[in-house]
């Protein structure tokens, strides 16, 4: 039987984004499809028509039976729709542009956007995509209910997931510290919840407790700075080679996984960062939310309601007080990312989504 070809399309400019890494490896894990990546090279404006031609070669030259456009391609979609036409084409929508500007946003022109004719402008633009990808389940409903006003069964879910070349379980690698350490990272957006993090780090000053954060700009450090002044242990660097972020994964005695805002969108995601934790096995705090449903606190990840710095502190005192609970956690973890987010199980929803096309 003759392979599905594939053109997995990338046009942003993080190319390699851990979204679209893991689309395309669990594409490629299934040997009936054979992958071919369309991304860019150049960065800024000029990525455009660099995929834009990289496609155009594919499409005369290899002739794919199926599209995916990845996280982030709302900009290129008019393009894609018109030069993939009438092959299927699958649609990573990953975050709804709607969506984007219900959270708080800084940027100042984000409040003159005319959101009703975005959204009819946004529906013409899926018109053609036969599959909405959504990261998880009730992030999907709540995509679908902004554009469409309801339920819609183009959306379908698949799991961020991880690179499982860098993030994989290591036996005793952890430095043997005298303090706790908590790890987090991100770019500390509003769904994230830094300011809750901070206040649980001042909260447990008096504890030998560490907090490693890495991430964020200019507002971030002033932040954290006004923390260690108030007391808090916290080692913070701006900016961390995504290679070496796997070791600091490992060499934590907890990650925090998040999300700890108080936002609309906080309560409808898993964040990439948590998969990458229980995927080494390190234990993981996370947000307890609408989309956290197959984590179990207190067996495989700890757990706290959003917006809640206090219940953050709590739990870390429990992980701190209970080393040995704590390690079981992250081994139960580690087998809840084979059981449901693997890279593997990603295929598989995957070959389900081509058998539909």
């Known amino acids: 039987m003759s392979r599905v070809k594939i053109a997995v399309i990338t046009c942003y400019k993080q190319?390699?984004?851990?979204?679209?890494?893991?689309?395309?490896?669990?594409?490629?894990?299934?040997?009936?499809?054979?992958?071919?990546?369309?991304?860019?090279?150049?960065?800024?404006l000029l990525r455009y028509p660099e995929v834009l031609g990289k496609l155009i070669a594919v499409r005369l030259m290899q002739h794919p039976?199926?599209?995916?456009?990845?996280?982030?391609?709302?900009?290129?979609?008019?393009?894609?729709n018109l030069f993939t036409w009438p092959k299927p084409l699958i649609f990573d929508e990953f975050i709804n542009p709607l969506e984007w500007l219900q959270e708080?946003?800084?940027?100042?022109?984000?409040?003159?956007?005319p959101q009703s004719f975005l959204q009819v402008f946004y529906r013409l633009l899926l018109a053609r995509s036969r599959v909405i990808l959504a990261d998880t389940a009730a992030h999907a409903v709540y995509s679908a209910q902004l554009t469409y006003g309801g339920p819609n069964d183009k959306y379908s879910t698949l799991a961020v997931g991880t690179n499982e070349a860098l993030f994989y379980p290591i036996a005793s690698v952890r430095a043997q510290n005298k303090r706790f350490r908590v790890f987090y990272y991100g770019n500390m957006l509003p769904l994230h919840g830094l300011s809750y993090v901070i206040e649980a780090a001042i909260e447990l000053k008096d504890l030998p407790i560490e907090f490693v954060l890495v991430g964020g700009s200019g507002p971030t450090e002033v932040a954290i700075t006004e923390a260690k002044l108030a007391g808090a242990?916290?080692?913070?660097?701006?900016?961390?080679?995504?290679?070496?972020?796997?070791?600091?994964?490992?060499?934590?005695?907890?990650?925090?996984?998040?999300p700890f805002g108080n936002t609309v969108q906080a309560d409808y995601v898993v964040t990439g960062k948590t998969y990458q934790c229980i995927a080494c096995g390190v234990p993981t705090l996370i947000g307890a939310?609408?989309?956290?449903?197959?984590?179990?606190?207190r067996k495989d990840c700890l757990?706290?309601?959003?917006?809640?710095?206090?219940?953050?502190?709590?739990?870390?005192?429990?992980?701190y007080k209970h080393p040995e609970e704590l390690a079981r956690i992250g081994k139960n973890g580690r087998r809840l990312?084979?059981?449901?987010?693997?890279?593997?199980?990603?295929?598989a929803q995957l070959t389900a989504l081509l058998h539909q096309l």
């Open 15 to 44: 190319p390699d984004y851990v979204r679209a890494q893991v689309l395309r490896a669990s594409l490629a894990l299934d040997s009936a499809n054979q992958v071919i990546s369309i991304k860019n090279n150049r960065e800024g």
């Open 65 to 80: 039976d199926v599209y995916v456009l990845t996280f982030r391609g709302y900009e290129v979609l008019p393009t894609i």
């Open 104 to 113: 708080p946003r800084l940027e100042w022109w984000a409040k003159l956007v």
């Open 233 to 258: 242990r916290i080692t913070y660097r701006p900016w961390l080679d995504f290679k070496k972020l796997p070791d600091e994964v490992r060499q934590a005695d907890l990650c925090l996984g998040g």
């Open 289 to 297: 939310n609408q989309a956290s449903g197959k984590f179990t606190n």
């Open 303 to 319: 757990t706290v309601p959003l917006g809640d710095s206090r219940a953050l502190a709590d739990s870390i005192i429990w992980a």
């Open 337 to 347: 990312y084979e059981k449901h987010f693997s890279n593997k199980i990603l295929a």
